[in-house]
């Protein structure tokens, strides 16, 4: 019998703990770029967080508007969101737990679907990389 796949993005999923997300930019993680996105990941040993959490960031320095800030971050979450089980089932698979973090790179605005072809080849990588 073959498990449902739920494609939302749930609130436990989103990463809001200050003492991880100062580990995952304090120097304990990697990243891979992307242009115009990176991926800053980290394994994580706790039991009480979900397999997979992420955070997204969209500097103010690259967009002043907080209107194309939020279209950016909507953008990278739909495709996150879309995607996920491609990181996530290599987690299960391994029983293992990871932080992420997408940081915007660009100064322009993309195309949803250049956006979701970056984030499926990050979420790809991360997974080559955390097995």
Known sequence: ??????????????????IIIEKLFSGGSKSLPAF?????????????????????SVPKKKFKRAVKRNR????????????????????????????????WL????Y???DIENKVVKLLQLTAEKLV
């Open 72 to 103: 950016v971050k909507r953008q990278i979450r739909e495709a996150y969101r879309k995607n996920k089980f491609i990181l996530k089932d290599v987690l299960d698979k391994e029983n293992k737990k990871a932080a992420i973090a997408f940081i």
């Open 1 to 18: 019998m073959s498990e449902k796949k739920i494609f939302t993005l749930q609130k436990k999923e989103r990463l809001n703990s200050k």
């Open 36 to 56: 115009p996105l990176r991926i800053v990941y980290m394994p994580i040993e706790e039991d009480d967080y979900p397999t997979l959490s992420i955070l997204i």
């Open 106 to 109: 660009g100064n322009e605005l």
């Open 111 to 113: 195309e949803s679907s």
